[in-house]
């Protein structure tokens, strides 16, 4: 009876329990790079603004092209005159009359000396600066992720160093212990050994917060709403990143294939054709327009008053009084005050500032190449020299590990020793995020997209 009892109140709290652990580990997002880019290009307010001035500029396009259609309105009227009042022949007698009407007209461009389609053209062109405009935008968030992401990378290889450095003061403190038992050093050693494990633990407190605050920030940048997720990053394999051996390209080379590729430029060259087409649309106004005119109407007339014996029937009237029209209307342009003239002056000073702009664009990226390669060039160097540094830095970790281990050195040796080669850890790990993520602008320069 008790055993069943207990099977009762036990196995409910073990299923439980296994499922809160399995419900926690399916509520931790481990998230890569790429996944982080992806979501943010997806989410983000000011793409999605910029998405929508790329619409509006659709909605342009699509204005103009519809210009070539024709244009149809049509009407209906009620009058009634009292007294003396027109007849349907236009004479004026004495009678009352009512007058119903109706009229339908169409009307539509025949030549009007290229507008239309150099507008057309010029709508188009603009709509694609947009959308490089909008890829532009998404290549700079995606470059803001991966700084975010590296951060986060870096902050924590801060907290695995830290719990390195931890973990081998606790060690520490067990041999002084020891020694301290052995008498083979004072006890003061120990009180110093155990305050820098203090240090260590407020240190990797530190590191921990950090990693909270980055992940923070990335997420925040994400536009993620967490709704209670734990929100993490995956580590990649970054070793085979830091071959020396890399060969960085050359920025001449590097800005041959951006011109081709980035978006920035792409974009002034479709607004240098538009300023182009604008010119020839502005130019137009000098040619004559031609438009093909159609009109139908009709009417029906009731007169009452003196001397009116009847009406002619409402259907007889809609027979006799239609009228339909087909014309052609030629507007010659023989002055307008210099509009024109002035009209394509501007849009000849507008080809010429957008020219001026285009090159000031290309030499603002060819200088960002060039300091992207130097940064590049600088962080390998710097990593290289960081790496030579944790590596005599642990040398000389070890030496004087063993010998405080064997009483012949002091705990403020042993911690001066370990203090070095921790900032020498520090300094390799910030070398070589810095190398990657400028390692990773040089290749954006040069068309590849970001990615760990």
């Not at 182009?276 to 040619?287: F, H, I, Q």
């Not at 052609?328 to 002055?335: A, G, H």
Request: charged share 25%.
């Amino acid at each position: 009876m008790k055993r069943r009892l207990i099977q009762r109140l036990v196995l409910p709290a073990v299923m439980l329990g296994a499922w809160l652990c399995a419900s926690a580990q399916t509520e931790l997002q481990t998230w890569s790079l790429e996944n982080c880019i992806r979501h943010a290009i997806d989410h983000n307010i000011d793409l999605k603004q910029r998405e929508q001035e790329l619409e509006v500029r659709n909605i342009e396009m699509s204005t103009s092209q519809n210009s070539w259609l024709p244009s149809l309105n049509a009407g209906l009227g009620q009058n009634f005159d009292f007294g003396r009042s027109p007849s349907k022949d236009g004479t004026i007698i004495d009678q009352t009359s009512a007058n119903s009407s109706a009229y339908l007209q169409l009307s539509m461009p025949v030549f009007d000396g290229f507008r239309i389609p150099n507008d057309i053209a010029a709508r188009r062109f603009n709509f694609m600066a947009a959308t490089e405009s909008l890829n532009k935008a998404k290549e700079d968030l995606s470059i803001g992720v991966a700084s975010y992401f590296l951060q986060a990378l870096y902050n924590k290889e801060i907290l695995t160093i830290a719990e390195l450095q931890k973990s081998l003061t606790t060690e520490q403190v067990k041999r002084t212990e020891a020694l301290v038992e052995a008498g083979k050093v004072p006890l003061s050693q120990l009180y110093d050994i155990r305050a820098q494990a203090a240090k260590d633990e407020v240190t990797l407190t530190d590191a921990r917060n950090n990693v909270k605050l980055a992940l923070l920030n990335l997420a925040q940048l994400l536009e993620l709403e967490r709704s209670g997720l734990e929100f993490d990053i995956s580590v990649p394999e970054l070793d085979e990143l830091m071959l020396e051996t890399v060969v960085l390209s050359a920025p001449e080379i590097i800005y041959e294939n951006a011109l081709m590729v980035k978006p920035q430029i792409k974009e002034q060259d479709f607004l240098l054709e538009s300023r182009r087409k604008t010119l020839k649309v502005a130019e137009s106004s000098y040619w004559p327009q031609l438009n093909l005119n159609m009109s139908y109407s009709n009417g029906y007339y009731r007169y009452s008053g003196s001397g009116i014996s009847s009406n002619i029937p409402f259907g007889d009237q809609l027979k006799q009084n239609e009228r339909k029209t087909i014309g052609l209307s030629l507007n010659i342009p023989v002055f307008n005050r210099y509009q024109t003239r002035n009209s394509v002056r501007s849009a000849r000073v507008g080809i010429v500032n957008q020219e001026l702009l285009a090159e000031n664009v290309k030499k603002t990226l060819y200088k960002e190449i060039q300091q992207a390669y130097f940064n590049a060039s600088s962080a390998r160097e710097k990593y290289t020299a960081a790496t030579r540094s944790v590596e005599a830095g642990k040398e000389a970790f070890s030496y004087a590990e063993e010998r405080y281990a064997t009483g012949k050195s002091t705990v403020f040796e042993y911690n001066e020793s370990k203090t070095k080669y921790a900032q020498s850890l520090s300094e390799q790990a910030q070398a070589k995020f810095d190398y990657i993520f400028r390692k990773k602008i040089l290749d954006f320069y040069n068309g590849e997209t970001i990615s760990l």
